[in-house]
Each structure stands twice: as C-alpha cells, then as structure tokens.
C-alpha cells in the first residue's frame, strides 16, 4: 500500500506543478505530458481533490503509513492538496474574467444592444447541476443529425447538426464548428461539445465538420474542406432550418487555427475550388488556443524550430524557403485586412499546447488592422482544451460566447453580397454520397 500510495503523491506533485508552472517549455516532448495531467489540476480539480483524499484514506486504512516511504508520500500528498484547492478557487472568478473581456472588446453597455428576446434566451446564472458531471452532454431539447456528407471524401468530409427540436420559421442562426487534433487527427464528434448542445438548446443550430487530415494531405487542404462544410450550409441549411445569413465559425486548436483563416478569407476562389460562387463571408470567428503565426514572426513560441520542423514535415510539405507564400496563407496573423469580421479570441493562460502569447499577439494585430470590434478572452488558470469538458469555468466561457453572438447578431450587416475575388479555380474529382442520418 505505500508503494501506491507513494504513486499517487508523486502523480498529483507533478499535476499540481501543472497549476502553478509557466508554459514556455523548449522541447517538444514535454507539453504533451503537461497536457496529459493538467486537466485534472484545472477542470477537474473540484473532483479530483476530494478523490484522493478518499483515496489516500483507503490506503491508510490498508496500512500505508505503517512505512516510512508511506508516510512520507502521505506527508506530499497533503502539501500538494493546497495547490489544487487554489486552482479550484481560481475557476470561480471565470465570470469576471469573461464579463470583462467582452465589455472591454464591445463596450461596456453591450448588453443594451441585445435585443430582449435574445437575452431571455441567455441564462441568467450558472449551477451547480450545469457542470456537475463533467461528460453529460445530450440534452432533450437539442437533437442530432450525424454523417451528413457534403464532399465526395468519406467519413472526412462528413458533418454533424445541432439543432433545437422546435425551429422558428425564420430559421436560426448557425455555429460552424472545426474540431482540433494538431490538423492529424481528431473527429467532428469530439470537441465544444458543451458549447454546441448549449447554444442549440438556446435557438442556435450548431455544425460540426470533419476535414481530411495530414500528413495524408498538406495544407490548404484542410480549409478547402472547412470552406466546403460552409459551402454546404450556404446551399442546403435552410432544408434543416438554418438563416444561412448569419454564420458565426468556431474550434480549437488546429481548429482554432483553421477558424480564424476561413474569417479572414472570406470569398477566395482560390481556396473554395469546388464553390466558387458561393459565399463563404464569415459574420463572426471565434478562435480558442489556436497557432496563429506559422512563422512565429514575433518569438510567440520560445523555440520556433520546434513549429517549423513539425508542419514541414507533417502539415506545410513544404519549407518556408521552398513556398514562402504558402506559409503566409496558413499564418492568420498574416491574413488579417481591415475587413474581417468581429473575432472573439479565446486563450488559457496555462495552455502547453499553444501558448498564451499566440492570442495575445493574434488579438493585438487583430485591434491594430480590424474595423470590427475585436474581444479577447484570456482565462487564468485554464488548459489546452480546458471547455471540452462541462467545468465552471467552462460554463462561463459558453455563456460569453453566446452573448457575444447575440451581440454581433444584433449589429450584424446581411451576408456579403459582393462577387468572389477573382481567381483560378482548382477542378476536383467529385462523387455523389448517400446522406447517412443517425
């Protein structure tokens, strides 16, 4: 038993580090394994603390401390539960942080411009029984339509909709969501849920899109495919009660990255080869933890040959000496014109992943060039992927995300109406696919 219990302390040392320790690691090996214990020290802290004292007490019943290994595991044990207990209280202060980041990025009367039926919508306070259980995602009020193709690719180039049981005539607005993975992996079934059954319990219909993965192919085709998935709701929503006038994208991560690029390059034919009439104008972007500047132009990331030895090889199949433009097509930081549309950049200040300072960048670029209103949320204490799971934290991050959609929604101008930018399109081989309804 004290060889257990001396495996527990050593295991929430090292996840207790996680809430405390700055993210600027140099190697690449070693932020996957912060990310892999830090969600337990952050989200999950409220459940994992009290776990392991549970845990810790079975163990001193089975005669633990009875060694002196054990008693000195249970000694680090208890000294690291502080650690965790402050990460628990530093979820609590995410409203405040949220409030704000939007009152600042829209002013601080924007809840005003809201219209009051959109704001009846909102919730009005956050519970306990909202975030309790941490995987419990379905709702009866939201159903799901899965594997609707809008591509001849397969099961990657598939989509998922989100929608409120009772539709309005008018339709609703939509939420396009891109899913993450380090653009290598990842499905469209796996990421924001909460934010997806959250926003289509509240009036929204919310669409999830696969994309092809490297390095079976190189970018820009994975925004080719998140331009189609637009493409598809442009030319079909309405069929599933979808107002294809407002269309707000979203994701994380590589997702997070991939969706700032289809709201700053809207109308493109050459990156919409297969549509290129079509409008793909973005009303609003919502980035969480994405990579920003493939380039990393501004020492965002401590070591820029780590990002630029892994999307060579994985992702760009070029080097930046080889197709300098194509590594400035795929850095959002580079793509930004006064044009784009209203962004709320969403970031972890404990991310390993992605660090803190791509959204910090990402976002003051943005406010530099933008004549849109720009927000940038900055969550203290949060992870890589901190709103996949329901936490307090996440909870308040959905809620923010949904008032600043509503306030965008409110002030927005129809969808462009202009022509897309001139351009050679690229032909592609196409299939029918047979609509597969889960």
């Known amino acids: 038993m004290d060889w257990l219990l001396a495996a527990l302390a050593l295991f929430n040392l090292v996840s207790m580090i996680m809430v405390f320790s700055p993210r600027a690691v140099k190697r690449k090996d070693v932020p996957w394994a912060m990310f892999g214990t830090a ?23 089975g005669g633990a401390l ?28 995410a409203e405040a942080t949220v409030e704000d980041a939007l009152a600042r990025g829209l ?47 397969g099961v990657r180039q598939q989509l998922d909709v989100y929608r409120p049981r009772v539709i309005p005539e008018e339709g609703c607005p939509v939420l ?53 998935a637009l493409c598809w709701i442009r030319e079909n929503g309405s069929e599933y009660g979808m107002d294809t006038d ?53 020492n965002q990331h401590p070591n820029r040959k780590i990002y630029e030895r892994f999307l060579r090889n994985k992702v760009m199949h070029e080097t930046p000496q080889e197709n300098p433009e194509l590594w400035d097509l795929a850095s959002p930081i580079a793509q930004i014109h006064p044009e784009v549309p209203p962004f709320m950049v969403v970031h972890g200040t404990h991310d390993s992943l992605a660090v803190v300072a791509e959204g910090r960048t990402f976002s003051h670029k943005l406010r530099q060039i933008s004549r849109n209103p720009v927000v940038y949320l900055e969550m203290p204490g949060a992870e890589h992927a901190w709103e996949t799971v329901h936490s307090l934290r996440t909870e308040h991050t959905v809620d923010g995300v949904h008032r600043f959609l509503e306030w965008v929604r409110a002030n927005a101008k129809p969808a462009a109406d202009s022509a897309p930018v001139e351009a050679e399109p690229v032909a592609e081989e196409t299939a029918e696919e047979e609509l597969v309804v889960e």
């Not at 079509?278 to 609003?284: G, K, L, P, V």
Request: charged share 15%; hydrophobic share 45%; with cysteine.
């Open 66 to 93: 009875d060694s002196g290994l054990g008693s000195f595991a249970m000694f680090v044990l208890a000294v690291t539960w502080p650690g965790l207990a402050w990460s628990i209280w530093k979820s609590t202060k």
């Open 246 to 298: 407002f269309v707000a994208v979203t994701g994380g991560s590589a997702g997070g990255h991939l969706s700032a690029l289809m709201g700053l390059t809207g109308n493109r034919r050459e990156l919409q080869p297969d549509h290129p009439d079509t409008d793909t104008s973005i009303q609003a972007c919502i980035p969480f933890y994405g990579v920003y500047d493939m380039l990393v132009r501004e």
């Open 107 to 153: 002013g601080h009367s924007y809840r005003s411009q809201i219209p009051p039926a959109a704001l009846a919508t909102m919730r009005h306070e956050i519970r306990f029984r909202d975030w309790r259980n941490p995987l419990a995602m379905r709702r009866p009020d939201v159903e799901v339509i899965k594997h609707i193709p809008y591509g001849p690719g």
């Open 176 to 228: 396009l969501q891109i899913h993450g993975g380090a653009w290598m992996m990842g499905d469209k079934g796996g990421q924001a849920l909460p934010l997806m059954y959250e926003l289509a319990s509240r009036g929204w219909i919310c669409v999830a899109a696969n994309y092809r993965l490297s390095p079976s192919v190189g970018f820009p085709t994975h925004l080719h495919d998140c331009k189609a």
């Open 39 to 61: 969600l337990l020290a952050t989200e999950l802290a409220w459940i994992w603390l009290p776990l392991q004292m549970f845990i810790a007490w079975l163990f001193t019943l």
